[in-house]
């Protein structure tokens, strides 16, 4: 079975700055989506950023961008130029490549402030 | 209306009442998910429809029973309900995902949850 862990379940940074959430992972698949959602506090959970497994080459989205260490199940996110919007739960997710069911494995989240 | 939307926003019952959660989709998808969000854990799903089909139930009790009259539309019907049972839930749809072949990601997107609180 899948396993997903956010270790950092409260994080804060001052705006402008950059943070990096951690993830970590666990699984025998070889090809597999990671992702990193967000859910501000009106709660519509949205998707940040999504990185294929077989790709060697770290996803980018504006701000965004991942740190993905395959061999480590290790997959962080890194937001650059923090901005009050940003602030909001971050959600780890794993997905099966040949996909059954469309199931996403969570992590418990991480709250992220960010402060001006 | 564009999106997925989800009625009520908020919700509060007692363990013998019965209600429902609606869930709308928008977007012309054809798959749609509840899942269940408790404070400090991490999303769960609970059930799964394809195509109007429940293709998954993660182990659901029998207190909570879906239905899916077609792609647009997913109801969750609440029946004495437990006090652990107080969470966020929440609707997800997407494209369907091209089941029993290799499969492409399609995003799911989700909408803005029920608060359920049961007393």
């Given at each position: 079975?899948?396993t997903?862990t ?10 402008a ?15 597999y ?7 501000p ?5 949205i ?11 770290n ?6 961008s ?41 992590g418990?989240?991480?709250?992220l402030?960010?402060?001006? | ?11 509060v ?12 989709q ?28 429940r293709?998954?139930n993660?182990?659901v ?8 009259p ?50």
């Amino acid at each position: 079975a899948q396993t997903v862990t956010q270790s950092q379940p409260e994080m804060s940074v001052q705006e402008a700055e950059t943070v990096t959430l951690s993830c970590t992972y666990d699984t025998s698949e070889n090809n597999y989506y990671l992702f990193w959602y967000k859910q501000p506090p009106s709660r519509q959970m949205i998707l940040v950023i999504r990185q294929e497994a077989y790709k060697q080459q770290n996803a980018t989205e504006n701000r965004f961008s991942v740190n993905f260490q395959k061999a480590a199940k290790s997959f962080s996110l890194k937001i650059s130029d923090s901005q009050l919007g940003d602030t909001a739960m971050y959600f780890c997710a794993f997905m099966k490549h040949y996909n059954q069911g469309g199931k996403l494995i969570f992590g418990q989240g991480t709250e992220l402030s960010v402060k001006p | 209306e564009t999106g997925v939307t989800q009625t009520p926003r908020h919700l509060v019952m007692g363990m013998t009442n019965k209600k429902s959660l609606k869930c709308e989709q928008h977007l012309g998808h054809n798959a749609m998910y509840w899942y269940k969000q408790s404070a400090k854990k991490p999303l769960e799903l609970m059930f799964v429809y394809s195509l109007e089909e429940r293709v998954e139930n993660n182990s659901v009790p029998s207190r909570f029973s879906p239905e899916c009259p077609n792609s647009s539309h997913l109801f969750l019907h609440l029946h004495t309900l437990q006090p652990e049972d107080s969470a966020l839930y929440l609707c997800a749809s997407s494209q369907d995902w091209n089941r029993g072949r290799v499969s492409s990601y399609n995003e799911q997107f989700f909408g803005p949850g029920t608060r359920l609180t049961v007393l």
